[in-house]
């Protein structure tokens, strides 16, 4: 059974970062795409960012472009996620998957993974 284990998240004011990590049991990062999510209280889960398997290519959706950084440690096996500049919108849950392949909007497409239990950021002054 594959198991996802996300953390870092926690309690920044807007305009701090963040750097998120995900790490799994039985799969390598680098055999396929990869990537996150986030859920904020009363929304529908939405994609952030997706990384190709060779880590050459990143996709990200609209909102976090050019404030995100989606990486993957090889040696490690671990998938980051740093977000700079967050601000309230930013507060959500944060999951990563693994996938068949990356949307130019920065989806995981195919998930081949369950859902791990997350991570919260909450940006607050």
């Known amino acids: 059974l594959v198991q996802l284990a996300e953390s870092g998240g926690g309690s920044v004011q807007p305009g701090g970062s963040l750097k998120l990590s995900c790490t799994t049991s039985?799969?390598?990062?680098?055999?396929?795409?990869s990537g996150w999510f986030r859920q904020a209280p009363g929304l529908g889960r939405e994609s952030v960012a997706c990384?190709?398997?060779?880590?050459?290519?990143?996709y990200y959706q609209r909102s976090v472009k050019g404030r995100a950084t989606i990486t993957r440690d090889a040696a490690m096996n671990i998938l980051h996620l740093q977000i700079d500049r967050l601000t309230t919108d930013d507060t959500a849950r944060y999951f990563c998957?693994?996938?068949?392949?990356?949307?130019?909007?920065?989806?995981?497409?195919?998930?081949?993974?369950?859902w791990g239990q997350g991570t919260q950021v909450t940006v607050s002054s």
């Open positions: 998957a693994l996938g068949r392949m990356c949307s130019d909007a920065g989806t995981v497409v195919q998930p081949v993974t369950s």
């Open positions: 990384i190709t398997p060779s880590g050459t290519s990143a």
């Open positions: 039985g799969m390598r990062f680098d055999g396929y795409y």
